[in-house]
């Protein structure tokens, strides 16, 4: 899910509404991969919390900031003379 959802994630500006579409859809695909559970006699769909519990805490909002600080290191380790570290403080 991550490659597709997250390509180009370096160079996106994520405001907070970006950042709760980004969740709620995670949750979406992440309810459909995991399915309905058994609970009480009637199947019923997972609570964020459960899921959260499947997934083992794993945040996409997480995934992409840290992609995004991860690229700047790469861009300031780069040389002045490269084409994107110009583009990067010009």
């Avoid at 006699?41 to 499947?54: D, F, K, P, S, T």
Wanted: with cysteine; net charge positive.
């Amino acid at each position: 899910m991550c490659p597709v959802i997250t390509c180009g994630t370096e160079t996106w500006s994520l405001p907070v509404e970006d950042e709760n579409t980004l969740r709620f859809f995670e949750r979406r695909i992440l309810g459909k991969i995991f399915g309905p559970v058994w609970h009480r006699g009637e199947w019923r769909n997972c609570y964020y919390m459960e899921l959260n519990e499947l997934f083992e805490g794993r945040d996409i909002v997480r995934f992409v900031k840290a992609r995004r600080v991860r690229w700047l290191g790469h861009m300031m380790r780069m040389l002045e003379e490269q084409i994107p570290e110009k583009m990067l403080k010009g």
